[in-house]
């Protein structure tokens, strides 16, 4: 599947951010999808994902109770809402599409591009 990420920016601390990453493929129903970040000088890492179905989800601790990851399989999307953001969430956002169990590591077999999120302090 191809998938193409957008929405990222340049927002102060607390505010929010929408991700949205549009797929083409016949796969992406079958596919867990997710999204990873590499901030500056760092390996990328995961920050949560999304069953098949679009009813089961996963997030990295460090951004729980914070973001919200859906999937629409309508219109081949999957978002990611990103509220009380931090300096600390600056980094390239990526979505990332694959075989899979949302509650093991997940190592997705497609990626987009990545977008730009900045968080001024």
């Known amino acids: 599947v191809q998938l193409q990420a957008s929405g990222g920016g340049l927002v102060q601390a607390g505010g929010s951010l929408r991700l949205s990453c549009a797929a083409s493929?016949?796969?992406?129903?079958?596919?867990?999808m997710g999204w990873f970040r590499q901030p500056p000088g760092k390996d990328r890492e995961f920050v949560a994902a999304?069953?098949?179905?679009?009813?089961?989800?996963r997030y990295a601790d460090s951004v729980k109770g914070r973001f919200t990851i859906s999937k629409d399989n309508a219109k081949n999307t999957v978002n990611l809402q990103m509220n009380s953001l931090k300096p600390e969430d600056t980094a390239i956002y990526y979505c990332?599409?694959?075989?899979?169990?949302?509650?093991?590591?997940?190592?997705?077999?497609?990626w987009g591009q990545g977008t730009q999120v900045t968080v001024s302090s």
């Open positions: 990332a599409g694959g075989n899979g169990n949302v509650y093991a590591p997940f190592a997705p077999d497609d």
């Open positions: 493929g016949r796969t992406f129903r079958s596919y867990l």
């Open positions: 999304i069953t098949q179905s679009g009813t089961g989800t």
